[in-house]
Structures are given as structure tokens and as C-alpha cells.
């Protein structure tokens, strides 16, 4: 039991169960997150986490905001040097999204089956709506510019979205076949900015 308590330090138990919540979520999954089993993990009493989520639904919401925020500021960072042509900044933008993809499958597939949940915080909502702002941004910049199709937003912008989110959704799943693991990403982008020129 000692050595528990050395993996908390009191500090920011709500940090410290969000961490351990993910960490739970990538190796089995949200079935497996429980209150209890967080507080026993972190060496802290069975009903200190309930000062700050008041049930597991509670805790799943607050994994999806940050999920959410982490992968607003991963976007935004990859226009940082990304060029100043549309080419080049959905480049960045894609890879960035996959790559974030790859790497947290489990907390995105949680992540979008709770930003559709009926109950979803006005937070999550927005905060769900935040990351797509950064893409509708790009492409109406690329309008201005004269590098996108005009038309409407919903138009435009409705087949990049489908694309880059199912491309990622069949990378993550392991549904792509070998040989297009390798060089599938290119050819999504090319697809993509194809389907966007004037």
C-alpha cells in the first residue's frame, strides 16, 4: 500500500486520475475504467475522486474535452513553418490529424461516441467544434486566395472532413491493406487538395 501512495503526490489529483484514466483506456479499453480501481492505483481513499468527477460518465466527459483540446493545440502546432500555400498547410494538417489518430485511437473513438451522446456538456460541444474550426479556417483562406473552389462552407469543407476522418478511422482499425499503409496518406492528400482546386 506504501508504495502506492509514492505514485501520487497529492498535488493535482484531478491531473493524476485523468492520466491514469487514459492510460486504463488505451490498455483495456472504457469498460474497464472504474473509479475504485483509479483511486486504488493512485494509493488514495476509494471516494477521493469523487471530489472531482461524481461517476464514471463524468470522468469518460472530462477524457473527451482534454482529448479534444490536445488535438486543437496538435493542428494548430503543425501550421507553425507548414508554408503559406493551401497544398502545403493541409499537408500538415492531415498528418498532424492521423498521426494524433494513430497515436490515441482508443481516447478519439471514445471522443466522438461522446460528442454525439445526447448529453454531451455545452464544453465538449464546443470544444468538439474547436478542431474544425482550424479546418474551415484553412479552406476559406484558401478561397480568399484564389487555391479553393468557391462555394459553400458545408460543400466544400463536408468531403475533406469525411476523407481525413475516414482515412484515420482505417488506419487506426488496422483495415488498411499493407501496401497502402505506406503510401495511403499521400495519396489521401492528393485526393483531397484534388477535390478542392477551383
Known amino acids: 500500500m506504501h508504495t502506492r501512495h509514492r505514485r501520487y503526490h497529492h498535488g493535482d489529483l484531478r491531473s493524476a486520475l485523468l492520466t491514469r484514466a487514459e492510460e486504463t483506456l488505451r490498455e483495456k479499453g472504457p469498460a474497464a475504467l472504474s473509479l475504485r480501481e483509479l483511486a486504488r492505483d493512485l494509493g488514495v481513499s476509494h471516494a477521493a475522486p469523487s471530489r472531482h468527477f ?67 456538456s455545452h464544453a465538449l460541444l464546443d470544444a468538439a467544434h474547436r478542431w474544425s474550426e482550424l479546418v474551415v479556417r484553412l479552406i476559406g483562406e484558401g478561397q480568399t486566395r484564389g487555391e479553393v473552389q468557391e462555394g459553400p462552407m458545408e460543400r466544400v469543407g463536408l468531403p475533406v472532413f469525411a476523407t481525413l476522418h475516414g482515412y484515420a478511422d482505417l488506419a487506426v482499425t488496422g483495415m488498411l491493406p499493407p501496401e497502402a499503409d505506406e503510401h495511403g496518406l499521400d495519396d489521401v492528400i492528393a485526393f483531397i487538395l484534388r477535390g478542392c482546386a477551383p
Open 54 to 120: 461524481k461517476d464514471k460518465q463524468a470522468l469518460l466527459d472530462a477524457l473527451a474535452l482534454t482529448g479534444f483540446e490536445r488535438l486543437t493545440t496538435v493542428l494548430a502546432a503543425s501550421q507553425d513553418g507548414a508554408g503559406e500555400t493551401f497544398a502545403k498547410q493541409v499537408d500538415a494538417m492531415v498528418r498532424a490529424y492521423v498521426g494524433f489518430a494513430r497515436d490515441n485511437a482508443e481516447l478519439l473513438d471514445l471522443m466522438y461516441s461522446i460528442k454525439h451522446d445526447p448529453e454531451a
